[in-house]
């Protein structure tokens, strides 16, 4: 049996948002998944990976390379099959979104 096959969805789960916590935006020293740019993680049966995203705003400079960098390191793991990032601006990023160690870290709370 391979490696593989013995993950399960909801480790590979885990995975998937460990490395989302590697990428940052470049404009806020916190990375994407704390910011609560990251909406919504699906893993199907064939650990094929879909993203639900936004950015802090739609003319974010890294509009065209930050879900090309998230699809990009999602792929790099073993398990993921394949990996889409769709971006949505429904409902828009506010600061609300952001994890309470976001906002400590950017001095917030």
């Known amino acids: 049996m391979s490696e593989e096959a013995t993950i399960d969805t909801a480790e590979l789960g885990e995975k998937i948002v460990g ?3 590697t990428i940052y935006d470049p404009e806020i020293p916190v990375d994407i998944y704390e910011l609560g740019l990251i909406y919504d993680v699906f893993v199907n049966e064939d650990n094929e ?4 995203m936004t950015l802090t705003s739609p003319n ?3 509009a065209e390379s930050l879900p090309a960098e998230v699809e990009e ?3 790099s793991l073993d398990a993921v099959k394949d990996a889409e990032v769709e971006i949505t601006f429904d409902p828009p990023w506010t600061q609300e979104l952001m994890s309470e160690e976001a906002k400590l870290e950017l001095g917030m709370l």
């Open 19 to 21: 490395v989302l916590k």
């Open 49 to 52: 990976v879909k993203i639900l």
């Open 60 to 62: 974010c400079p890294v």
């Open 73 to 75: 390191k999602v792929k």
